[in-house]
Nanobody, 123 residues
């Protein structure tokens, strides 16, 4: 199994910054996709940013120019730097990683989600 643990969330004033981290554990042999999603109260989960396999980084229009996703495959960690935070950025943020791992018998695909971390932006 591949498990993801997020950190770095919390309460911040509008205009401030936070950096989310998501560390993966498990016998990962390769990481193909890294992403961050969020879900605000009463709304559906939405894409924030993603680094797809072989493709260019994508951002939601609402965060372009303010958020930056990055990944360190050696550390099996993905980050989300959030600057100029707005009230509308308040949500539970989830990381997502996909790739291949050893399950003890053979190499197979994984697609894992973190447990979610709260980000609250206050006025």
């Amino acid at each position: 199994q591949v498990q993801l643990v997020e950190s770095g969330g919390g309460l911040v004033q509008a205009g401030g910054s936070l950096r989310l981290s998501c560390a993966a554990s498990g016998s990962i042999s390769s990481i193909n996709t890294m992403g961050w999603y969020r879900q605000a109260p009463g709304k559906q989960r939405e894409l924030v940013a993603v680094i797809p396999s072989g493709g260019s980084t994508n951002y939601a229009d609402s965060v372009k120019g303010r958020f930056t996703i990055s990944g360190d495959t050696a550390k099996k960690t993905v980050y989300l730097q959030m600057n100029s935070l707005k009230l509308d950025d308040t949500a539970v943020y989830y990381c997502q990683l996909g790739g291949k791992y050893w399950n003890g018998l053979y190499r197979t695909d994984f697609h894992s989600w973190g447990q979610g971390i709260q980000v609250t932006v206050s006025s």
